[in-house]
């Protein structure tokens, strides 16, 4: 073979994998609708706080009332995951799904410089704004999942006359004592079982070293180290040891292209790394328990990644118009998508009250 036919070879084989790894993702249209002419299925990119933000928006019927999802992470879009689990809630909501700045289809390496817990709660009340405009609401449901309730709570506590309800998921309430009750559990759970293995790498993350970031180079070492153990033990999902069966899911979602995939560790990592020592910091029991609207939480009982104990504790401090604590037997720090169907019911009857 010529060297011209071997070079035609290569190039041809580099331009089908650039195709492939940049393919165009998309999100499939309703058909089933019975209300057709109502129905709405895009993604589009909207420009939220200055930057281009990834939005999915698919709905049976755009008079049902909007549910805004704020995914967990930091860092870790869960669109394959709610599409794969919850899209009978598509029937009885506008169900928006939103990519947070710096991760997944929204990911920009440019963003973690200066990323706050602020910029995502100014960009919460812009779309916010931008879905209410857009479909002529006075006010939303905002849905939040793990970080997501940082977000969420804070945007219902300072913009109460522009939501409906509050639901929260795998609430997060005060970060350090719920690292501490995680690695504790953890680290019994392999004593329980003597495994030496886990025990010495769990040791080795010498707690609470690897909760005080400042002049601790280790500690992002040290955290995954512990989530890993975490997840094993059926603290993070509880009846998986690792996530991958959720990862079959992004691997074959028509919303995720491989560049997508790319797009999602990095951003996964780099949102961690920026901004888990502010993570740390938070406490909702001080100032944040207060609220003008209905609030409920959807807690797993075996979740150890935000402990369910301190879930009740914060649940007990709330103050709100109404408010319920709702608990999943079977599930850990995910009931969303480790008990859908009951979950999608629930949710369903939050929006009949």
Known sequence: M??????????????????MLYSCSS????????????????????EIGGIKQCVVIRSYNTDNPILLYVHGGPGT???PLL???????????????WEQRGTGKSFNSKLFKNLQIDDFVNDGIELTNYLLKRFNKEKLIIMGHSWGTIISTKLVLKHPEKYHAYIGIGQIVDMKQGEHLSFRYTLAKAKEENNIKAIKALTNSNNPEYLTIDGNTKWYKQLKTQRKWLTYYGGVI???????????????????SLFDMV????????????????????????????????VYLIQGKHD??????????????????????ILFENSAHNP????SERFNEKVVEILLK
């Open 2 to 19: 010529s060297r011209l036919s071997n070079n035609y070879i290569k190039i041809r084989f580099l331009v089908v994998s650039i195709i």
């Open 304 to 325: 150890y990644n935000c402990p369910t104990e301190l879930v009740q504790e914060y649940f007990n401090q709330i103050s709100a118009p109404q408010k319920q604590l």
């Open 238 to 256: 509880h009846k998986q040891k690792d996530f991958s069966e959720y990862s079959k899911i992004y691997m074959k979602s028509k919303e995720y």
């Open 263 to 294: 797009r999602f560790a990095r951003g996964s990592v780099l949102s961690l790394i920026t901004l888990w020592p502010e993570i740390m910091k938070v406490n909702l029991m001080n100032g944040c328990t207060e609220f003008q609207i209905p």
């Open 336 to 339: 969303i998508f480790e008990e």
């Open 83 to 97: 599409r794969k689990f919850n899209s009978e809630l598509e029937k009885h909501f506008t169900l928006v799904y």
């Open 27 to 46: 999100t499939s249209i309703i058909c089933d609708s019975p209300t057709p002419e109502k129905s709405v299925s895009l993604m589009e990119y909207v």
């Open 77 to 79: 879009p869960e669109l």
